[in-house]
């Protein structure tokens, strides 16, 4: 005869019922102490803070302000730093404030700066030409222009191995863009005149 054999789960119906959900006590006693020191911890933050005070024959007084501790009337204004993107006042204080910033006075403030010597405005190669072409009234090309500007000294190439393509162009461009009030006119290919 066949037996019939029964599958157990291995786990009693009253260790399934008490199982995942139940604390052991050890773990308790631990939840119970930390929830403590985080208390604790908590009223010693949010507790006021006494004024320093001096300890005189075993009593606690409190220290008075001296004018020691008094700022110096005669020390400069320090102003706090601004933060990134803060505003600054007029005077130089944060926000519109009335500090003004140490080691500035009205009279310094206001003060001329020194002006720099004026440098003389260097000649483009294009306005160079332009000038070369109005006292010849002859027409050149771009290679003689070139040769003709280095050596009056009004313009000298920055080390470009080709200038002379590179005024041809910046002439093209100007006749281009400005038509028939352009310095240069061409009368050939690769000729120009002055314009006027």
Do not use: C
């Amino acid at each position: 005869m066949a037996s019939s054999k029964k599958k157990s789960s291995g786990a009693s119906p009253s260790a399934k019922s008490s199982g995942k959900h139940a604390t052991p006590k050890s773990s308790e006693k631990l939840l119970k102490a930390a929830r403590a020191e985080i208390g604790e911890r908590i009223a010693k933050l949010e507790a006021p803070v006494d004024p320093p005070a001096h300890v005189l024959n075993g009593e606690a007084t409190p220290i008075l302000a001296t004018a020691n501790d008094a700022p110096d009337a005669n020390a400069s204004p320090t102003t706090p730093p601004v933060a990134k993107g803060g505003r600054r006042g007029k005077d130089g204080g944060i926000g519109g404030g009335g500090t003004r910033r140490a080691g500035t006075t009205p009279e310094s403030a206001n003060a001329p700066k020194a002006e720099k010597p004026a440098k003389p405005k260097r000649l483009s190669a294009l306005d160079a030409a332009a000038q070369i072409l109005a006292e010849s009234r002859t027409p050149m090309k771009a290679t003689e222009m070139i040769a003709a500007i280095e050596a009056k000294g009004l313009w000298k190439s920055p080390g470009g191995k080709t200038p002379e393509a590179t005024l041809y162009a910046a002439i093209i461009r100007e006749i281009a863009a400005k038509g028939k009030d352009a310095r240069f006119k061409k009368t050939d290919r690769g000729v120009f005149v002055a314009n006027g």
